[in-house]
C-alpha cells in the first residue's frame, strides 16, 4: 500500500532553516509528480512547491519563492523541501502528496513546522 511519511519539522527561530524530507513507499516513486502544501491555524491548506518526475521541473508559491527549494532522490523515494530564511508567517503544518496524472492521491500525515520570533 501507500505510505508518504514526513520528517524533520520543528521548533526554529527567524531567519533559521530547515529540511523537510518525504519518504515514499508502495509506489513507483520516479512516476510521480511530488507536490508540498501547508495549512495554518484558520487558513485553508495552500500551495507551496512541486517538483515533476524526473526534478528537471520545479514551481514555487509566491510567498516562498528564493527561500524554499524542493528536490528529489528517485533513488532513495524521498523528495526534501530546504526552507531557508524562515518567517514566523511559515509556521503550519506540511504536506507532501503524490500526483500520477491530475490530482494529488496521496498524502502524508503532516508535520509541524514552528518558526518563532
Known amino acids: 500500500q501507500v505510505q508518504l511519511v514526513e520528517s524533520g519539522g520543528g521548533l526554529v527561530q527567524a531567519g533559521g532553516s530547515l529540511t523537510l524530507s518525504c519518504a515514499a513507499s508502495g509506489l513507483t516513486f520516479s512516476s510521480y509528480t511530488m507536490g508540498w502544501f501547508r495549512q495554518a491555524p484558520g487558513k485553508e491548506r495552500e500551495f507551496v512547491a512541486h517538483i515533476n518526475w524526473s526534478g528537471g521541473d520545479t514551481d514555487y508559491a509566491d510567498s516562498v519563492k528564493g527561500r524554499f527549494t524542493t528536490s528529489r532522490d528517485n533513488a532513495q523515494n524521498t523528495v526534501y523541501l530546504q526552507m531557508n530564511s524562515l518567517k514566523p508567517e511559515d509556521t503550519a503544518v506540511y504536506y507532501c502528496?503524490?500526483?500520477?496524472?491530475?490530482?494529488?492521491?496521496?498524502w502524508g500525515q503532516g508535520t509541524q513546522v514552528t518558526v518563532s520570533s
Open positions: 502528496a503524490a500526483k500520477r496524472r491530475w490530482y494529488y492521491d496521496y
